[in-house]
């Protein structure tokens, strides 16, 4: 079997290490990982290379391209979506020049490997935006092609991104005598707001969630910014991992989109509080709602439709709710602030 060479930006971040625990135990690759900051030791002891550096360096990811044949390309890299309300313009040059960089690395790839190079996109549920809450609550189950009318940078950030790796595997120099065919196979997926046990995002405004378990468990007092009725959906890291994977891994021919949307469970925060505080009786959270981050949740949808990842990959969640909590978040979390005493 020969060994496929998978290269990842934001290796760091939260996606970034659930992804690498899960490719490394599978066995058969070499991982060469990409991040800003130094990858953290359990992280870095998985990969083949790691490379601290940034993906505005073009000349970094030429030369990296010199040195590897890159199968696939996960460009986990991004700034989140209140970072990016409060750093726009980089926000902007990150997200979007950031995975131009990416995506031209992948053609380069491609015209060197002569084949196709799978380059796989975790989008958002922030390209969509709803224009009020009795929208949102009358919207329900939100379809791919629906309210693509984000109001974050972040949102914008990244239904630009989707459309760019479109016209990579469609359009790219379609004015070329002989324009270049098949060079990207582009798979990106909307995730919900991601929850970890491992690890907590920055900068995010689903962040409430993770932050309300990890603080729970570490026994600390935490302010909720958002109302107890807020809604919009959510998924366990391990299953985030699972959808790449499997989308990754689906046959071409059976794909009807490029962009899918997946979807697991959708509690409001006060559901969210109530299985933690089960677990945690002594948790103390007061709900403070910050109308500014209010806002961008509630421009995000209650529920995703997500029957075309369902038909096609057979997408399916190993986590409902009450499991998500249950069999994985709460005890891995106890562990976790047990170990190191927090
Ligand atoms: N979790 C992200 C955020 O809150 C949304 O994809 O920015």
Redesign the pocket.
Known sequence: MSIKTILITGANGEIGHGLIEQLSEQGGMHIVAMDMVPLDETVRLRCHRVVTGDILDSHLLETLSTEHNFDAIYHLAAL???R?ERQPTLAHRVNVDGSLNLLEIAVTQSRLQGREIKFIYPS???VYGLPDIATKQKAGKVREDQWLTPRTM?GIN?LYTEQLGKYYANYYRQLDAEPPKGQIDFRGVR????ISAATL?T?????YAPEMLHMAAKKKPYACFVREDTCIPFMAMPDAISALLNLQSAPLEKLSRMIYNVGAFNPSAAEVFRIIQKAFPKSDVTFEADYRRQAIIDSWPADVDDSASRTDWNWKPKYDLERAFEDYLIPAVRERYAIKGQ
């Open positions: 989140l979506s209140t990016a958002s549920i922030a972040y990244k995730f919900p707001g991601l995002p900068g995010g405004t689903s962040d």
